[in-house]
């Protein structure tokens, strides 16, 4: 380091030292806890104790300033020394089995992870077993070194990561670049986005223009508020074209798909609204300033312009200027309401509402202005064409949402009985109406389960909104809702349904594996074990209460016959009341009959996923719910390849490119928070992965890659002891303690260029990024797929 960088470094040290340090300059124990940010106290502990040279129950400047200097300056060995007298809690010398599992125990919680006291004891063993070379007893400092020389990574920045605000902020590099926006990259990533913006800009530009032209008679003022209320004739109505999502979903049937940005029909549509806006602004501004220029030569002031009909301005009765105010507040409100801190802090129906108010808008502007209805006639037909057919479609035949399950993080996974005439495709998305929530709202969500589950269909819903949130608490209460003198029939229907449907569709039979969940704050793996019916065997997994069982897996038990007349009634709905939860399978769980209705299913950029050779599918949270149906199908289509020797047991999968999927490689990213949150399809992704061959003529078709970005990374004090341990583990038991998949669970957030880097050097075709999440990692990701060249796609509706 250099000396400058040096007196820089301890000027802000001795900064932050004063931030916190009492009146006598000395920092306690407490004082530290606050200071670190460190959850377990016993690291904070262990940390003050070393950092006290002296044990003086304190900490001068100078020894923080000695133990820093260590921490973050010092070599590999120093680094290493601190980390084993933190290990070695009694000061003994060396580690016993007792003093790594306390450790092990605290780095547990400061990652967030709940593991049973027997998981706990098994990471114990499992690296204490491979550090303990001697077989003493006891890991020495030596035996540590040598065990961690298996981790390279790890020693390279070894920190303690809560101590941050020890550091120095970073010098910002000031490095001549080029924007973002003005790279080879970004261009050849939004071809067809910034050419389909530039015609509309030139088109905008073309009718204001011809527009001006036509007026050049009436004044300046005059001239540009016509010129922007033909803008406004075109926008006003393209902004409805845009959703128009029945046609664009057939469109992205057609080879249309590859010229035209309908990936980015919502965000054509926001542009297209500021557009209004702005046009409208300057529309009014316009007409205000020639109102006023000729109030100065006519009997009329300037408020009766603009407020009354006397000046005879408009074509139905004067009534321009009124229309225009009105008009002017709409718009405003409309926008104002659409703003992206309103839809994500929980008020979506405040967005939902307001946006209704475009009935008005095209009713006021067709009063407004002469010639606005040749613009809206023909797209108005088409919309109220949608609208009509989407109504009749969502109210024909009888929709009943017949299982529920409350999973973690406020996450509602509805069953809702299949329509016979409902075809979509993986990733679409459709909404959904429930009376007995909100009469009127539709709210659009993603379909989680895959075409070919013939019988239901599946959404996961995460409680962000009053709509959501009331959702949950609807289902949290089944107490409150009316029972039936038919429930046990609805009931027992509903079980037999779901049980035989959902084995018989699509899931095939699996053999021996574990699933991990999450229940009390500890992990329970669930065994799967064959279990035979006669002649048959089906594979069925005993579910914990509270956890969904998926498709495949046994949903109940004790059916008893009903007569034919009864299941026929259950089956046609004709239940006397509407609102029962007539069975309960868990306290999370339940069977029930709940109307509703959908309107749908809408297409998404996902569409394109089987035209990829190399498909990336990044799930942030929640956002996994479209790649859930399309890992759905995509194993489905991939076990129509699957091959089985006649007189073994091996099988393989063959490499046939087909019109049907032409799909070579599927890498899968979720991305979770917290530990509960892998609940949500851990049964799936366990099924996913038993379903491939072992072997394969180019390696595993699909890979999956987990991360959980509360855990602290592998290069942190607090938690190297742990990473270890589950690494060791998940090699031993072949699957990962936290989700019980064969998959190892990664500490912390996603190194992209890292992950993109080995997924180009895979070199398996064309690779294409599908992301669905939160909007500041997509700007992150879409950076690093134009760096790669990587075609980017992200989840909009």
């Known amino acids: 380091m250099s000396l400058d960088e040096d007196t820089r470094w301890l000027e802000w040290v001795t900064k932050q030292f004063e931030a916190i340090a009492g009146e006598d300059k000395e920092i306690d124990l407490e004082e530290f806890k606050t200071a670190l940010k460190v959850k377990e106290s016993f690291f904070a502990e262990r940390f003050f104790a070393l950092f006290d040279s002296d044990g003086s129950s304190s900490i001068s400047l100078d020894e923080l300033l000695g133990a820093l200097n260590l921490l973050i300056h010092g070599s590999e060995a120093d680094k290493l020394r601190f980390l084993f007298q933190v290990y070695d809690v009694d000061g003994s010398g060396s580690i016993d089995p007792d003093e790594l599992r306390t450790v092990l125990k605290s780095c547990l919680r400061e990652s967030a992870i709940s593991l049973p006291e027997e998981k706990l004891d098994d990471l114990t063993l499992a690296l204490f077993e491979s550090a303990d070379k001697d ?38 590099e000031r490095r001549r670049q080029a924007p973002r926006y003005l790279t080879r990259a970004y261009w050849q990533n939004n071809s067809r986005k910034l050419t389909f913006l ?50 664009l979903t057939w469109l992205r049937a057609t080879w249309l798909v590859r010229v035209l940005p309908l990936d980015q029909n919502i965000l054509l549509h926001q542009i297209v609204g500021y557009a209004i806006l702005v046009f409208t602004v300057v529309h009014t501004s316009a007409h205000i300033l020639n109102f006023a220029h000729l109030s100065q030569h006519t009997g009329y002031s300037l408020w009766e312009y603009l407020l009354t009909t006397r000046p005879g301005v408009g074509w139905v009765r004067g009534s321009a200027s009124l229309t225009g105010v009105v008009l002017q507040l709409l718009i405003g409100l409309m926008v104002l309401c659409s703003s992206t801190f309103v839809r994500r802090s929980g008020h979506f ?38 609208k009509v057919l989407g109504l009749a479609f969502a109210h024909m035949g009888g929709l009943y949402i017949v299982e529920v399950n ?87 229907r509903n079980k037999r349904q779901l049980v035989q449907t959902q084995e018989q569709n699509f899931w095939a039979t699996v053999s021996n594996g574990t699933v991990a969940t999450n229940e009390d704050e500890a992990v329970e793996l669930t065994m799967y074990r064959q279990r035979s019916s006669g002649a048959a065997a089906s594979t069925v997994a005993e579910v914990p209460p509270g956890v969904q069982a998926a498709p495949g897996e046994e949903g109940a038990k004790g059916e008893e016959t009903l007569t034919q007349d009864q299941l026929d009634h259950v089956e046609k709905g004709e239940g006397p009341h509407l609102r029962e939860i007539p069975a309960k399978l868990g306290d999370n769980h339940q069977l029930c009959n ?16 089987f035209a990829s050779e190399h498909a990336v599918l990044i799930g942030a949270g929640i956002g996994i719910t479209p790649f859930a149906s399309i890992l759905q199908s995509i194993m489905y289509r991939y076990r129509r390849r699957k091959q089985n020797c006649p007189n073994c047991s091996y099988s393989w999968c063959e490499n046939i490119i087909d019109s049907d999927m032409k799909l070579r490689k599927v ?70 303690s936290i989700t019980g998949l064969q998959t190892r669970t990664q500490p912390g957030r ?35 797929c134009e760096h790669f060249g990587f075609h980017f796609y992200k989840e909009n509706f």
Not at 352 to 362: D, I, K, R
Not at 372 to 383: I, S
Request: hydrophobic fraction near 45%; proline fraction near 5%; glycine fraction near 4%.
């Open 135 to 172: 077989r003493s007893g006891a890991i020495t400092f030596e035996e540590l070194k040598a065990e961690l020389e298996n981790f390279p990574e790890v020693m390279e920045n070894l920190t303690i990561s809560a101590a941050n605000w020890l550091k120095p902020p970073e010098a910002e």
């Open 198 to 247: 530039m015609a509309y800009a030139l088109l905008s530009l073309l009718l204001f223009s011809s527009a001006l032209l036509h007026h050049r008679g009436g004044g300046v003022c005059y001239m540009v508020a016509k010129g922007c209320g033909q803008c406004l004739n075109f926008n006003c109505t393209f902004v409805m074209v845009l959703m128009l999502r029945r046609c």
């Open 349 to 386: 129906e405040v967005f939902y509402w307001s946006h209704l108010s475009y009935v008005w808008v095209w009713s006021l502007l067709v009063v407004h202005c002469a010639n606005f209805w040749k613009w809206f006639l023909v797209p108005g037909l088409v919309f109220l064409l949608e």
């Open 406 to 492: 409350l999973l973690p993080s406020k996450v509602t996974h509805l069953v809702i009985k299949r329509p016979p005439f409902f075809t979509f495709k993986p990733g679409d998305y459709l909404y959904i109406n429930i009376p007995d929530i909100a009469t009127y709202e539709w709210h659009p969500f993603t379909i989680s389960s895959a075409p070919e589950q013939s019988d239901t269909l599946w959404l996961h819903i995460r409680s962000m909104g009053q709509w959501t949130n009331r959702l949950f608490e609807f289902f949290r209460q089944p107490e409150t809702l009316a029972s039936s003198p038919k429930r046990l029939a609805t009931s027992l």
């Open 594 to 609: 709940i109307k509703c209705y959908v309107d749908g299913p809408y297409g998404t950029p996902t569409r394109q996923i």
């Open 667 to 736: 890498d899968f990213i979720w991305i979770n928070r917290d530990q509960k949150s892998f609940e949500w399809f851990v049964s799936l992704l366990t099924k996913l992965e038993m379903d491939q061959a072992d072997e394969e003529p180019e390696g595993r078709f699909l890979e999956m890659h987990m991360y959980m970005t509360s855990a602290l990374s592998k290069n942190d004090m607090k938690a190297i002891g742990l990473q270890m341990a589950l690494d060791l583990l998940a090699k031993k038991e072949k699957r990962d």
């Open 750 to 784: 996603p190194d992209w260029a890292k992950v993109f880097q080995k997924v180009s050097e895979e070199n398996k075709g064309k690779v294409h990024v599908f992301y669905c999440g939160a909007p500041a990692l997509a700007k992150t990701i879409k950076a690093q």
